[in-house]
């Protein structure tokens, strides 16, 4: 499974998340590129974070005290291969570098490096 995280919305990347795990745990490997708005709700500053966008379900996902979307892709990680990169034009863009980020990213590349990668399997876009 290929994952594809591009909205800056809690809920839609709790849902990749979510799937992350299901899929992991049914030993499916995962990919999951993380670009455009969902990149700055994978900064290691908290207050980066923070700016992620919260609808009401998003709200009440956060209230209900389970995992957030980076527990819950840790969490998948330790079930299975899940292999998480982040954006490189939208990383430059900001001027950041994997070490500015959370340490579930295991690389940085591009929508190319990305794709090739992706070739086989089920893409999701979210």
């Known amino acids: 499974m290929n994952l594809i ?3 800056g919305d809690y809920a ?3 849902a990749a998340a979510m799937l992350a795990v299901v899929a992991s745990s ?3 490997p995962v990919n999951v590129f993380v670009s455009m708005e969902a990149l700055p709700a994978f900064h290691g500053d ?3 974070r923070a700016t992620v966008g919260m609808g009401q379900v998003g709200h ?3 209230d209900s005290g389970g995992d957030d979307y980076l527990g819950l892709l840790d969490q998948a990680k330790s079930f299975g291969t899940v292999t998480v990169y982040a954006c490189s034009l939208v990383a430059d863009l900001y001027g950041w570098t994997l070490e500015d980020l959370v340490p579930t990213f295991d690389d940085m590349m591009g929508v190319a490096g990305f794709l ?3 070739s086989t ?4 876009a979210l």
């Open 60 to 62: 009440k996902l956060k």
């Open 46 to 48: 908290p207050a980066i």
């Open 12 to 14: 839609k990347i709790h």
């Open 116 to 118: 090739g990668k992706a």
């Open 121 to 124: 399997g089920t893409t999701i």
């Open 26 to 28: 049914l030993d499916m």
């Open 5 to 7: 995280l591009l909205s």
